[in-house]
């Protein structure tokens, strides 16, 4: 039965079934090209603000699982797929996803053509949409919709309000890592390799920084126009030499950002698992998870010390730059354990004295 609607700011409609919540959300529309892993994606602090389409066709099929998430909930702000799959088969399933959309006011949509919409989002760009019941005048989701602006505090919202540990054992260094929207599984890559990690908010003062005696600084990922938070460009410039930095993401963002580079909101950003990186250094290519809607301008990094190491193979976007005379590294994408760690293990090595890591 037909109950719900997908309305995007150019006007366009899409029908389909619902799931999850019974709100109405306005946010913007991005895709997600993933195969697997939408749980990680779904509970990605990254994505709040989102209404996420996901251009694998079933979603839901192995529940949720309490161990995946990448934060304490879901966090996307809408759902949109082409089939839902409502009877889990996974041995480890602790959740449904409807159930936990509903629970985190979640709505989603079904039987909407995702191939059809990934290709608007590609030729249009990202755009604002509006997940709404089938009786809601249009002309009244248009209305919301121009009316809606991306929010400017995301960050304050899904940063830390405490400080945190998170410990490991036999550690060698302590890495300060300041919350921009962290996810879980950077925490555990940091302790894979002997740090224990200090989690402090992202508008964290640098005396309350150094209170911790850190090794190294960890600058997270997480979502918001990196303009939106350009305190935390005085404590990277006050702390850039004095203590290895590490910035992934919007930390890579804000870091360029420090260093007087300019970034740009690209028509399409980037938001799936199999992204091929050309390493400048190696001439070899990494296939990486990405989640970013702005990038750094190549000609304004001219007049800074930041070096290009990383870049798409796609689109020629930067996506990692490093300052090894400041011991400053920086990546756009989210390493994983299989492929590209080797970036922790940089900054690890950094912390342990080697500069030209």
């Known amino acids: 039965m037909i109950n719900r609607k997908l309305v995007l700011e150019n006007g366009m409609v899409f029908e389909g079934k619902a799931f999850g919540a019974t709100t109405e959300k306005v946010a913007e529309l991005v895709y997600n090209t993933s195969v697997v892993g939408y749980q990680e994606t779904l509970s990605d602090p990254s ?7 996901m251009g694998y066709p079933v979603i839901g099929s192995y529940g949720l699982t309490d161990e995946d998430y990448e934060s304490t909930e879901l966090t996307v702000s809408g759902l949109v797929v082409r089939e839902y799959s409502k009877y889990p088969s996974n041995f480890r399933y602790t959740h449904e996803l409807d159930e936990r959309m509903d629970e985190n006011g979640i ?3 079904e039987g909407v053509d995702t191939r059809e919409l990934v290709r608007i989002i590609k030729e249009y760009g990202s755009m604002r949409a509006m997940i709404a019941n089938i009786e809601t005048p249009t002309e009244e989701c248009l209305k919301k919709i121009k009316e809606y602006s991306v929010p400017k505090d995301v960050v304050a919202r899904i940063s830390t309000k405490k400080v945190w540990y998170s410990r490991t054992l036999n550690y060698k260094y302590t890495v300060a890592c300041i919350d921009l929207g962290l996810k879980k599984s950077l925490i555990k890559m940091l302790k894979d390799l002997s740090c224990n990690v200090v989690v402090l908010p992202y508008n964290a003062k640098i005396d309350t920084i150094m209170k911790y005696k850190p090794d190294g600084l960890f600058i997270s990922d997480g979502p918001s126009n990196p303009y939106d938070i350009e305190d935390i460009i005085n404590t990277i410039n006050e702390l850039k030499g004095k203590l290895p930095i590490l910035g992934v993401g919007l930390g890579q963002e804000i870091i360029e950002l420090a260093y007087g580079a300019k970034l740009f909101k690209q028509k399409v950003g980037h938001n799936g698992s199999n992204y091929p990186v050309r390493n400048v250094k190696t001439n070899k290519i990494e296939i990486t998870s990405q989640n ?23 689109d020629g976007i930067i996506t990692g730059v490093e300052d090894l005379d400041n011991k400053v590294i920086a990546i756009q994408y989210n390493p994983n354990p299989c492929d590209n760690d080797y970036v922790f293990k940089r900054f690890v090595d950094l912390m342990g004295g080697k500069k030209n890591a």
């Open 47 to 53: 994505n709040l603000e989102y209404i996420m389409v």
């Open 107 to 109: 709505p989603g949509i």
């Open 292 to 314: 970013d809607q702005y990038a750094v301008e190549e000609k304004s990094l001219e007049n800074t010390k930041l070096k290009v190491t990383h870049k798409n193979v796609i």
